[in-house]
């Protein structure tokens, strides 16, 4: 993988796009559809089902934001960061979002710039809806990984 080059240059208006806005596009739907119905708060505390994120509710938990469609900025929201473990709360070392998000193809780089704060540099441009769509099925695999390796078994 090539080193992450981040940040949008000086003359580039990024655009920010609501992963909520996004969530009825079809790319959106399919990704979700392998997703788990309640994502559990592993990070944190598996057993507190009021801190536990529904599979329809995660997009408006995420955002992306892009000057050309092929360097983005994948935002999420404080609800996401237990389920998916962006920053020591688990002994788990590997960050499995950014491993993720770094074995689709067509990335040629990634970087995680902040506990809520991704990058993802593609070969080509890509949509907004398909952007948000490769950041859902990356935080699925990356639950699903965490929990895998927690030892939690988490729901369907």
Known sequence: MAPARTGFGSDDEA????G?????APAVLA?????????????DEPADLERAVDRNDLPGHLGVMT????????ILAEEVK???????????IDDLLEGALAQQPGVISTAHL????????????ESPERVLARFVHAVVQAHRELGRRLG?????
């Open 152 to 156: 939690i078994e988490l729901p369907d």
């Open 20 to 24: 909520g806005e996004l969530a009825g």
């Open 82 to 92: 237990s389920i998916i473990d962006t920053g020591g709360s688990t002994d788990v």
């Open 15 to 18: 655009v920010d796009y609501d």
């Open 31 to 43: 990704a979700l559809a392998g997703a788990p119905s309640t994502f559990l708060a592993i990070a």
């Open 114 to 125: 902040d506990r809520e704060v991704y990058w993802l540099h593609l070969t080509g441009p």
């Open 67 to 74: 000057a050309d469609g092929r360097e983005w900025e994948l």
